[in-house]
T-cell receptor, first 115, second 113 residues
Framework: NAGVTQTPKFQVLKTGQSMTLQCAQDMNHEYMSWYRQDPGMGLRLIHY???????DQGEVPNGYNVSRSTTEDFPLRLLSAAPSQTSVYFC??????????????FGEGSWLTVV | GENVEQHPSTLSVQEGDSAVIKCTYSDSASNYFPWYKQELGKGPQLIIDIRSNVGEKKDQRIAVTLNKTAKHFSLHITETQPEDSAVYFCAAHLSNSGYALNFGKGTSLLVTP
């Protein structure tokens, strides 16, 4: 009963380093997304995918890359980390469109600090 | 972009009292409005949602009301308990994607015994 699994839970990066946040879901969900959560800002959409091979940008995509080679996995790549990317990152998935009332399930989060 | 405004940002109530959190949205094409509860160190979890063809929905001690004409919706928690203490987020589906959600900034609810 894993749901949405994110790794790592915690990470400290130096400015300019690159890294990948991993996300996997075992519910055969069509839709996956990445949000970042900053104090007083709520959750903001970074990128999303509506199926394998299809990705699109959200509200705050700059500095992040994604790919969706399988239904299960949706990694988020930081190419050159900046202090402004210090945040908590949440991966989410749903069976279908939220407009059709499909529930979006979130992972437990990845705490990233860039120094 | 489309906005979801949420008020208040913090709310403190005594155990047994009711709590109300209000949200307004700007995208008139939004038709799905979920509420999430986030406990410390955890991801958001859905607690209740409402579609635009419904004005009110209840689930035990929680209820959500929707006024589509005024573009606002509210979360009502009755008989609050200390375990209700958490951050609550309202959201509205982003009509230009159909999949993603636009979130309010959250309400930190504290229920004191």
């Amino acid at each position: 009963n894993a749901g949405v699994t994110q790794t790592p839970k915690f990470q400290v990066l130096k400015t300019g380093q690159s890294m990948t946040l991993q996300c996997a879901q075992d519910m055969n969900h069509e839709y996956m997304s990445w949000y970042r959560q900053d104090p007083g800002m709520g959750l903001r959409l970074i990128h999303y995918s509506v199926g394998a091979g299809i990705t699109d940008q959200g509200e705050v995509p700059n500095g992040y890359n994604v790919s969706r080679s399988t239904t299960e996995d949706f990694p988020l790549r930081l190419l050159s980390a900046a202090p402004s990317q210090t945040s908590v990152y949440f991966c989410a998935s749903s069976e279908g469109r939220s407009s059709s009332g499909n529930t979006i399930y979130f992972g437990e989060g990845s705490w990233l600090t860039v120094v | 972009g489309e906005n979801v405004e949420q008020h208040p940002s913090t709310l403190s109530v005594q155990e047994g009292d009711s709590a109300v959190i209000k949200c307004t949205y700007s995208d008139s094409a939004s038709n799905y409005f979920p509420w999430y509860k986030q406990e410390l160190g955890k991801g958001p979890q859905l607690i209740i949602d409402i579609r635009s063809n419904v004005g009110e929905k209840k689930d035990q001690r929680i209820a959500v009301t929707l006024n589509k004409t005024a573009k606002h919706f509210s979360l009502h928690i009755t008989e609050t308990q200390p375990e209700d203490s958490a951050v609550y987020f309202c959201a509205a589906h982003l009509s230009n994607s159909g999949y993603a959600l636009n979130f309010g900034k959250g309400t930190s609810l504290l229920v004191t015994p």
